[in-house]
């Protein structure tokens, strides 16, 4: 199945079982903003748990807070995002459509590496075990040509956004003759640079109103509090403060279900060290959550690094890890090494000194941060996409299942009577009542058994228990595997034991370690 086909189906697979729904469907939706559904909000909030524990709980030395939303305006100043928060934008003439000047050459380079690698592929079927791919690559024409081309684009591109050059950006997008995929035509207006942060007034009156902006990152939250945290939880460097919460940027291109949306919801940390140290714990994070996302189990191969070419206003080294999502490998998170300047700069626009008191130095400095920051949605989108699963079982029989990782499934075991009668919904009943204290569970006695299994496995329900006539015998119910679809027999008093086992984060962070 072609990976769009694959992706629209994931996009209504969300929405039949409750994960995402469009905001405001009922008024037409509201462009690149989701509400989380009934399994949706249970998905989320175990991702955030299995950041939240791997962070707070295995590392002595970090701590978490949880920052408002609004913050004084001038932190937004001096961290640099009322100048330069910008995407550089450009309009099709034809179509009125606006797009992002730096995604429109990306999606270029990425279809001239699209076509070298085909020609390869093809090139490697045709000549069998005696093909030389660093050769061909080498000296096959074609590709020679859209390798250097690519490279030229690419030097050309890496140029024009570190010099800001807004011009050389047009100009790359009229030499490349890229069209409007609307209007299908080359009519461009020049490249202009425009703001991500929403902003609205606090105060009563619109005179006396203060402009005030929505945190399009929840990282100055941590950089305005590190003293306060520092001196109150007794904190030496290294250490770490942590925070979730909501961020806002008006993205122009919102596209691709909740990869871009313009209300999203991070995971950052910020950790604080000795300056000249920051590269080595620079590697150090970006191993450590590099080993997160693998524990999930989802291959090694569907991940990777992508180091900036445009370096952002306040770091020295950073790179993504991205995802291998259905549309392409994208971007979930980022590490940086972001320096003093975060630090620096609030000490310069509040007056207040930053500086934190070394005991082992006997001296003050500011710290040097590396921050590691994910997107909530994004890695839900990743998690989805992983799960998402659709096969053929025997008798030419379909299903489609959500493999999720047990410790992330919104439902860990679905309680099942087989039949609504004969004393079993009770007996059920019973087995929920002692369940649900331990794990999310959920009782379902409509239908046939075989479309209550169905059920569970398109919302990723790692176990269902059926209670049966034996049950009422010698009190023994099966328990079912989501995956294998194996069943096995145990008495009553052993499932939960057996379920948590399986189910609990603490598997999880196990892996950590
Ligand atoms: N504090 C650093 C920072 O905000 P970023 O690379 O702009 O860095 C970090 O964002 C992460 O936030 C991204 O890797 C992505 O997962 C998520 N993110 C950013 N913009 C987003 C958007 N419009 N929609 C969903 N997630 C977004």
């Excluded at 909501?246 to 991070?266: G, L, T």
């Excluded at 794990?439 to 790692?462: H, L, M, N, V």
């Amino acid at each position: 199945m072609a990976q769009e086909d694959v992706f629209r189906k994931l996009v209504s697979h969300c929405k039949e079982y409750g994960f995402v729904f469009q905001s405001s469907e009922i008024y037409d939706g509201l462009a690149a903003v989701y509400d989380y559904g009934q399994m949706g909000v249970e998905l989320k909030n175990n991702i955030k748990k299995y950041w939240w524990d791997s962070m707070v709980l295995l590392h002595e030395n970090i701590v978490g807070i949880d920052s408002s939303i609004f913050m004084h305006p001038t932190i937004w100043k001096a961290s640099g995002h009322v100048d330069a928060f910008n995407d550089p934008l450009i309009d099709n003439k034809e179509s009125k459509k606006r797009y992002r000047a730096d995604v429109l050459i990306e999606d270029y380079l990425a279809k001239l590496d699209d076509k070298v690698d085909k020609e390869v592929e093809k090139a490697a079927k045709r000549f069998g075990d005696k093909f030389d791919e660093t050769m061909y690559r080498e000296t096959n024409p074609r590709v020679v040509e859209n390798i250097s081309k690519r490279n030229e684009i690419h030097e050309r591109f890496s140029k024009a956004l570190n010099d800001n050059d807004l011009g050389e950006l047009r100009q790359i997008i009229v030499d490349c003759e890229i069209a409007c995929p609307v209007s299908g035509t080359r009519n461009w207006t020049d490249v202009r640079q425009f703001n991500l942060m929403f902003s609205t007034e606090m105060g009563a009156t619109s005179d006396g109103a203060l402009k005030v902006y929505l945190r399009p990152e929840t990282a100055q939250g941590i950089f305005v509090n590190y003293l306060n945290v520092q001196k109150t939880g007794r904190m030496r460097i290294p250490f770490g403060i942590a925070q979730i919460g909501k961020a806002f940027r008006n993205e122009i291109v919102a596209r691709q279900f909740i990869f871009r949306m313009r209300e999203f919801e991070q995971m950052e940390l910020q950790f604080f060290v000795k300056p000249g140290e920051e590269i080595e714990w620079y590697e150090h994070w970006k191993e450590v959550r590099m080993k997160w996302h693998q524990a999930l189990g989802f291959g090694a191969e569907n991940y990777r690094f992508h180091d900036h070419e445009k370096m952002s206003h306040y770091a020295n080294a950073a790179t993504d890890i991205e995802y291998q999502m259905p549309f392409g490998f994208k971007e979930v998170e980022g590490i940086h090494s972001r320096t003093d300047f975060d630090l620096k700069q609030h000490e310069k626009f509040s007056g207040k000194k930053m500086q934190y008191f070394d005991p082992e130095l006997n001296k003050s400095y500011i710290p040097y941060v590396v921050e590691t920051s994910i997107g909530v949605d994004r890695m839900f989108l990743s998690v989805i996409a992983a799960s998402y699963c659709e096969e053929t079982l025997e008798k030419g029989e379909t299903r489609v299942v959500m493999k999720l990782p047990p410790a992330l499934a919104p439902v860990k075991a679905a309680i099942l009577p087989l039949v609504r009668k004969d004393g079993l919904p009770e007996k059920a009943r019973e087995v929920m009542d002692e369940l649900k204290f331990n794990f999310t569970c959920q009782y379902d006695e409509k239908d046939s058994i075989g479309r209550r299994y169905r059920r569970q496995d398109a919302i990723g329900t790692p176990y269902c228990v059926t209670i049966d006539h034996q049950t009422l015998e010698d009190n023994t119910v099966t328990i079912r595997e989501r995956d294998s679809m194996e069943q096995k027999r145990v008495t009553i008093d052993l499932v939960e034991k057996e379920i948590s086992a399986k189910t609990n984060m603490q598997s999880l962070l196990k892996k950590l370690i």
